[in-house]
């Protein structure tokens, strides 16, 4: 499995941007897709978005799209949820998870191999 590590949450304004990071520190992600999900509070975990191995697929939930960005460098071990046009709503723990199914289980929002601890972005004015 892999160890994945989220990062880059925080306060932003509503309207704001923020740039989340997950990094794979045991092994390689070349071979995993990866996803994004979020918890907000008193409501159950749903899938944000995912990304295919290679990033010739992607997926985002329609409650983001247009507005978040998925992208992975894989050199670094890294994937990257940029997200703008923040609405309160979007607050939310931020977690990633890797995907060995590529794509498959991400967007279907279960199966996944590996998660992070997560990391709370709270947009507030």
């Known amino acids: 499995q892999l160890q994945l590590a989220e990062s880059g949450g925080g306060l932003v304004q509503p309207g704001g941007s923020m740039r989340l990071s997950c990094v794979a520190s045991?092994?390689?992600?070349?071979?995993?897709?990866m996803g994004w999900f979020r918890q907000a509070p008193g409501k159950e975990r749903e899938v944000v978005s995912c990304?295919?191995?290679?990033?010739?697929?992607?997926y985002y939930a329609a409650s983001v799209k247009g507005r978040f960005t998925i992208s992975r460098d894989n050199a670094k071990n890294t994937v990257y949820l940029q997200m703008d046009s923040l609405k309160p709503e979007d607050t939310a723990v931020y977690f990633c998870g890797s995907d060995a199914q590529d794509i498959r289980s991400c967007v279907l929002g279960f199966g996944m191999d590996s998660w992070g601890k997560g990391t709370l972005v709270t947009v507030s004015s």
């Open positions: 990304i295919s191995s290679t990033s010739d697929n992607t």
């Open positions: 045991e092994f390689s992600l070349d071979y995993y897709g």
